[in-house]
């Protein structure tokens, strides 16, 4: 959390987040953050209260998780792709105070709130007249700015971000603020990141590769172009509209750039890097990447638990 407050401080009219066609500055973001925190604060959420978290990629999103690490509450984003069982077990096993939730998967909700009694406040982003829960942006528009009243320890957890369950149920992985600091601080320096970089993420951000990569960079003061869903055209055309230095793809996003027809129409030269990772990527693809952007390829690989291997 420490730093939303520093890249205000230091790069405040520079961009922190480029989403469609909104931008927010590192001062801005704060301000949006701060304001959450303390909606949340006056519903009476304290150190290590939990928020749930069902959405897709989106600055709302990504505010839900920076007001866990400003104030020491814990997030715990559930994949939106899961049936409503699935999901109904990892709220019910995350427990948390609140849930934040696009208003596409209302529908998903309302059918949740029946066997979570205990969950009393719901927050939805984007337009929809519920009478069980708050307008996200009407939320922020309410609370002040302020510094917030509490704020995240070392020994805080941060982020409940569960696991795949593929040989059993889903586990949530319990991510401290220390550990994830110093983990991110490795990652930073394997990627040489910088203040001047721009990160493009179209991963998922209930996924810990996300999360890590808009870390690492968020650390440098860099900033995130930011992708609510995956597109292979819009991906390359954003890699040259909004000057991204750095790309996480998968492997099969990597083939399905390679494979665009008219791939030579788009300047990618602002690209230095490209991680891949979720997979192996074919020595055949590889070179004939490598032929295309040079050697820009860093292969990343990892553990929800652990973070990089």
């Not at 569960?162 to 949530?172: N, V």
């Not at 055309?237 to 492997?251: C, F, Q």
């Amino acid at each position: 959390g420490d730093f939303v407050e520093r890249n205000a401080r230091t790069r405040a009219s520079m961009p922190a987040l480029i989403y469609q066609n909104l931008t927010f500055t590192h001062a801005e973001y704060r301000d949006r953050i701060y304001r959450l925190v303390n909606a949340l604060y006056a519903r009476g959420l304290r150190r290590q209260h939990r928020i749930g978290v069902l959405a897709q990629n989106s600055p709302a999103h990504l505010e839900a998780y920076a007001a866990c690490e400003v104030a020491g509450f814990i997030s715990a984003s559930v994949n939106y792709r899961l049936a409503v069982p699935e999901i109904t077990y990892i709220l019910k096993d995350s427990a948390p105070s609140v849930l934040i939730f696009d208003a596409e998967y209302a529908d998903s909700v309302a059918q949740i709130r029946q066997q979570l009694p205990e969950l009393k406040s719901y927050i939805v982003i984007g337009e929809n007249q519920l009478d069980w829960a708050d307008n996200y942006e009407a939320v922020l528009a309410d609370a002040p700015a302020n510094p917030p009243l509490i704020r995240a320890r070392p020994d805080d957890i941060a982020y409940l971000i569960y696991t795949s369950g593929t040989t059993g149920r889903p586990k949530g992985a319990m991510l401290d603020h220390k550990g994830q600091v110093g983990f991110i601080r490795m990652e930073a320096i394997e990627m040489h990141a910088r203040q001047t970089d721009r990160i493009l993420v179209v991963m998922p951000f209930y996924h810990i590769g996300a999360k890590c990569s808009q870390l690492t960079y968020s650390m440098a003061g860099g900033t995130v172009i930011l992708h609510r869903s995956y597109d292979i055209r819009e991906v390359a055309a954003s890699i040259e509209r909004d000057s991204a230095t750095v790309a996480h793809l998968a492997p099969i996003m990597v083939q399905d750039l390679l494979n665009l027809p008219d791939l030579n129409k788009f300047d990618h030269s602002s690209l230095r890097l490209v991680l891949y990772a979720s997979g192996p990527m074919a020595v055949a693809q590889l070179q004939r990447a490598l032929a295309t952007y040079g050697p820009i390829f860093m292969q990343v690989y990892g553990m929800t638990e652990t973070g990089l291997g």
